[in-house]
């Protein structure tokens, strides 16, 4: 059973970092596709960085130069490492995966940015 647990989400200043964790268990992220998506307060949740098999990268425009995507492989953790936080980052953070066979999608229980301004 696929299980992710986000973390390290809280209220902060904008101009300010913070770096999501997401723990995964019952699969590897390097065997799948993962990533991060967000849904702001009546609106639409939207990808914001992805991660593939390989290692390739893909980030929303509006999140280009100031979020980086990584993961830990030994300690298979996911990362969102935000910098130059703005109030219209604001929105809940949700862990996604999608498996490499079969094309399950899990997501995270997901973790609260506020963004102050």
């Known amino acids: 059973q696929v299980q992710l647990v986000e973390s390290g989400g809280g209220l902060v200043q904008a101009g300010g970092s913070l770096r999501l964790s997401c723990a995964a268990s019952g699969t590897s992220f390097t065997m799948n596709r993962v990533g991060w998506y967000r849904q702001a307060p009546g609106k639409q949740r939207e990808l914001v960085a992805s991660i593939t098999t390989s290692g390739g990268t893909n980030y929303a425009d509006s999140v280009k130069g100031r979020f980086t995507i990584s993961r830990d492989n030994a300690k298979n953790t996911l990362y969102l490492q935000m910098n130059s936080l703005k109030p219209e980052d604001t929105a809940v953070y949700y862990c996604?995966?999608?498996?490499?066979?079969?094309?399950?999608?899990?997501w995270g229980q997901g973790t609260q940015v506020p963004v102050s301004s």
């Open positions: 996604n995966l999608v498996t490499t066979f079969g094309g399950y999608t899990y």
